[in-house]
């Protein structure tokens, strides 16, 4: 049974500040992996999506790294901002006959501080 | 990408009634995945809805508790019945366009 964990579970930090937020997973066979935004009390918003064969992928500020291999990626925010403050989750997809299925992880809270 | 509109976004329930959540897509899909988030916690996949077949539910979940509709490509229903305090959470309706995964608003459920 694929398990998905993130570290840390919270981070606060000041304004502009780099971080890094981890995901592992302990299964190797993956479809993709997504990262997610949700702000309190909200749905999920997208952010990145890596598929299997791909190694990273940026948006703006940001940018996410995976290791199938080791069963490992990265959320990369340069220059936080106060407006980054929410929860982001990772999620690993297996295909499977009953379709693309999500399993999630614990999330880390983040709040960024001015 | 899909735009998903979910129907209420919040309500407070007494124990023992049902709620009926509404999930409408803007484009037609072949699955549709309803999540619940308890509070604190992160989601869990509660079934798989099918148009044309019944949902399939994991390990956890029954039809009994959580039936689910899907009477065309854009539209699913979840229903929870019977409802205990247990059930506040969030619950949401996800699609998937290509390998992406998209979600709605969520269903913020208070059972009181």
């Known amino acids: 049974k694929q398990e998905v964990t993130q570290i840390p579970a919270a981070l606060s930090v000041p304004e502009g500040e780099n971080l890094v937020l981890n995901c592992s997973f302990t299964?190797?066979?993956?479809?993709?992996l997504q990262w997610f935004r949700q702000d309190p009390g909200k749905g999920l918003t997208s952010l990145l999506l890596i598929q299997s064969s791909q190694r990273e992928q940026t948006s703006g500020r940001l940018n996410a790294s995976l290791d199938k291999s080791s069963g490992r990626s990265t959320l990369y925010i340069a220059a936080s901002q106060p407006g980054d403050s929410a929860t982001y989750l990772c999620?690993?997809?297996?295909?499977?006959?009953?379709?693309?299925?999500?399993?999630f992880g614990t999330g880390t809270q983040l709040k960024v501080e001015l | 990408s899909a735009v998903i509109s979910q129907k209420p976004s919040r309500d407070i329930c007494q124990r023992g009634t049902s709620l009926t959540i509404q999930c409408q897509v803007d484009s037609q899909v072949t699955m549709m995945f309803w999540y619940r988030q308890q509070p604190g916690q992160s989601l869990t996949l509660i079934a798989t809805a099918n148009q044309g077949s019944e949902a399939t539910y994991e390990s956890g979940f029954v039809i009994d508790k959580f039936p689910i509709s899907r009477p065309n490509l854009t539209f699913s229903t979840l229903t929870v019945s019977n409802m205990s305090p247990e059930d506040s959470s969030i619950y949401l309706c996800?699609?998937?366009?290509?390998?992406?995964?998209?979600f709605g608003q969520g269903t913020r459920l208070t059972v009181v």
């Open positions: 999620a690993v997809s297996a295909l499977t006959g009953g379709g693309n299925k999500l399993t």
């Open positions: 996800s699609v998937t366009g290509g390998p992406e995964a998209f």
């Open positions: 299964d190797s066979a993956i479809y993709n």
